[in-house]
């Protein structure tokens, strides 16, 4: 017979992987805005960096940490659905 389908569990691990290298991409953008916002820096110029850092971090960043956990719930509900199938034969 030949194997059709994925390995559930194995997909459920790497989904949880997924989700996990979110959040530490989340994680280091908290930190680095921590720095961000405790540059002895005064002026428009650091305004504009910091309103550019904030529009960074809540555009592409939060995009791309969004992108991950949905990656991560497709891949999870992928996983329940082989299990579903798996049960039916």
């Known amino acids: 017979m030949t194997f059709k389908g994925m390995n559930p569990e194995e997909g459920r ?3 949880t992987s997924i989700s996990e290298a979110g959040q530490q991409i989340l ?3 908290d930190a680095s805005t921590s720095l961000v916002n405790t540059v002895e820096w ?4 650091y ?19 969004e ?3 949905r990656r991560s719930d497709e891949l999870g509900t992928h ?4 299990d ?6």
Request: aromatic share 10%; net charge negative.
């Open 13 to 15: 691990e790497v989904a």
């Open 27 to 29: 994680e280091a953008i």
């Open 42 to 45: 005064i002026g428009p110029d």
């Open 47 to 65: 305004d504009a960096y910091q309103e550019d850092w904030n529009a960074f971090v809540s555009g592409p960043v939060a995009n791309l940490v």
């Open 67 to 69: 992108g991950f956990q």
């Open 79 to 82: 996983a329940e659905q082989q």
């Open 84 to 89: 579903a199938a798996s049960n039916q034969q």
